[in-house]
């Protein structure tokens, strides 16, 4: 098929398509004084109180009408609802899902409008004490995106059709649902762009596999996209999984999805957590972008930060600061990779840290 053809056969489905667009990490990160995300302890008691109060946040930059929170909750009788200032008598439940082992998100719906937001949590009945984790508070208006303009992609280097991927933990491994809706293809990326979760950093494969299924959750029902919105998963321990399947849209950075594969780290990689990607995670990382770089021609400069693309801390400074060496390393050829000093060492001490990264 010619290249006219295929451009304009996108251009089509991503007008059709317009939800499976809308970015990762989308609206506006909420921060209570300057601080995102929050921690608190839930001390054991009968009968309902408060357990939390946010307090006014700091003031978002846009009207919004949906807020959107993800994080740990260990006991399901804790529960959210959030205000806005102008309107302080009236709180909104924040209804969504919490997964077995407490992974969880919750939203609300509220008229569009300006003004800080105000979390509350109720506690009614807590058996145990515990500590509660908000990894991210969000607000957007839930309006349709502007649909992706088609870009000509830039010159390619060869593309052989038989790259092989590394090994990959597939979507039956972690119970993929289908997608809501079919998925708009994207055959020839030429562009990477790494994220961060800004969620659990998991320590095993089956935390990993249980976290990829949370974030389908989280972007199917809470963001209300086709799948999970990235490609590929790379956790600490070097295990890559499978996302929506390449070659076709993702929907992980806002006004820049076509042709960009995303690929996401578990955790979060700036402050105050700083999780830092592991020498096994690097190593997957490398050998995940040489596929991508084998297979589709993808030039190293191409790999990218989603901050490169928007307003947005995302994949965190900590992970943004590795990008230089993959580059790098994703230009090298295996062998050559395999005789680096440095990663000779990291490799070393990876396998014998972690079994599961040795491939
Ligand atoms: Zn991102």
């Given at each position: 098929?010619s290249?006219?053809?295929?451009r304009?056969?996108l251009f089509?489905?991503?007008?059709?398509?317009?939800?499976?667009l809308r970015?990762?990490d989308?609206?506006?990160?909420v921060?209570?004084?300057?601080?995102?995300?929050?921690?608190?302890?839930v001390?054991a008691?009968?009968?309902?109180r408060?357990?939390?109060?946010s307090?006014?946040?700091d003031p978002?930059?846009?009207?919004?009408?949906?807020v959107?929170?993800?994080?740990e909750l260990?006991?399901?009788?804790?529960?959210f609802?959030?205000?806005r200032?102008?309107a302080?008598?009236?709180?909104?439940?924040?209804e969504?899902?919490r997964?077995?082992?407490?992974?969880?998100?919750?939203?609300?719906?509220?008229?569009r409008?300006?003004?800080?937001l105000?979390?509350?949590?109720?506690?009614?009945?807590?058996?145990?004490e515990?500590?509660?984790?908000?990894?991210g508070v969000?607000v957007f208006?839930d309006?349709?995106d502007?649909?992706?303009?088609?870009e000509n992609?830039p010159?390619?280097?060869p593309?052989?059709?038989?790259?092989r991927?590394?090994?990959?933990?597939g979507r039956a491994?972690?119970k993929?649902?289908?997608?809501t809706?079919?998925?708009?293809?994207?055959?020839?990326?030429?562009?990477?762009?790494l994220?961060?979760?800004?969620?659990?950093?998991?320590?095993s494969?089956?935390?990993s596999?249980?976290?990829t299924?949370f974030?389908?959750?989280?972007?199917?029902?809470?963001?209300?996209w086709?799948?999970?919105?990235y490609?590929?998963a790379?956790d600490?321990l070097g295990?890559?999984?499978?996302?929506?399947?390449?070659?076709t849209?993702?929907?992980?950075?806002?006004?820049v999805?076509?042709g960009?594969v995303?690929i996401?780290?578990?955790g979060r990689?700036?402050a105050?957590t700083?999780?830092?990607a592991?020498p096994?995670?690097?190593?997957?990382?490398?050998?995940?972008?040489?596929f991508?770089v084998?297979?589709?021609?993808v030039e190293?400069?191409?790999?990218k930060?989603?901050?490169?693309?928007?307003?947005?801390?995302?994949?965190?400074d900590?992970a943004?600061?590795?990008?230089?060496?993959?580059?790098r390393?994703?230009?090298?050829?295996?062998?050559a990779i395999?005789t680096?000093?440095d990663w000779?060492?990291?490799?070393?001490?990876?396998?014998?840290a972690?079994p599961s990264?040795?491939?």
């Amino acid at each position: 098929m010619s290249r006219p053809l295929v451009r304009a056969e996108l251009f089509l489905a991503a007008l059709l398509a317009a939800p499976a667009l809308r970015a990762g990490d989308l609206g506006s990160e909420v921060r209570f004084g300057s601080r995102r995300g929050a921690q608190f302890r839930v001390s054991a008691a009968s009968g309902p109180r408060i357990v939390y109060d946010s307090g006014p946040s700091d003031p978002p930059e846009e009207d919004w009408d949906t807020v959107l929170i993800q994080g740990e909750l260990p006991d399901p009788s804790v529960r959210f609802s959030a205000a806005r200032s102008g309107a302080p008598g009236v709180w909104v439940e924040l209804e969504g899902k919490r997964f077995p082992g407490g992974r969880f998100w919750a939203k609300g719906r509220f008229p569009r409008g300006s003004g800080a937001l105000r979390l509350r949590a109720t506690g009614d009945g807590v058996k145990a004490e515990h500590e509660v984790t908000l990894y991210g508070v969000e607000v957007f208006a839930d309006v349709p995106d502007a649909p992706t303009v088609p870009e000509n992609p830039p010159p390619r280097g060869p593309m052989d059709p038989d790259a092989r991927p590394p090994l990959l933990h597939g979507r039956a491994e972690w119970k993929a649902l289908p997608p809501t809706s079919p998925i708009p293809p994207d055959p020839l990326p030429w562009r990477v762009t790494l994220h961060h979760s800004d969620g659990r950093r998991t320590a095993s494969l089956a935390e990993s596999l249980e976290e990829t299924r949370f974030i389908q959750d989280f972007h199917q029902n809470g963001r209300k996209w086709y799948d999970i919105a990235y490609h590929y998963a790379v956790d600490s321990l070097g295990n890559v999984i499978e996302g929506r399947p390449l070659e076709t849209l993702g929907a992980h950075t806002l006004g820049v999805n076509e042709g960009n594969v995303g690929i996401v780290l578990f955790g979060r990689y700036h402050a105050p957590t700083n999780d830092a990607a592991t020498p096994a995670q690097l190593a997957a990382l490398g050998e995940l972008g040489r596929f991508l770089v084998r297979r589709f021609g993808v030039e190293p400069v191409s790999l990218k930060g989603h901050r490169d693309y928007g307003t947005t801390d995302c994949p965190g400074d900590l992970a943004y600061l590795k990008l230089p060496e993959l580059r790098r390393a994703v230009a090298l050829p295996p062998t050559a990779i395999m005789t680096a000093p440095d990663w000779d060492a990291q490799n070393a001490r990876t396998s014998a840290a972690s079994p599961s990264a040795a491939r």
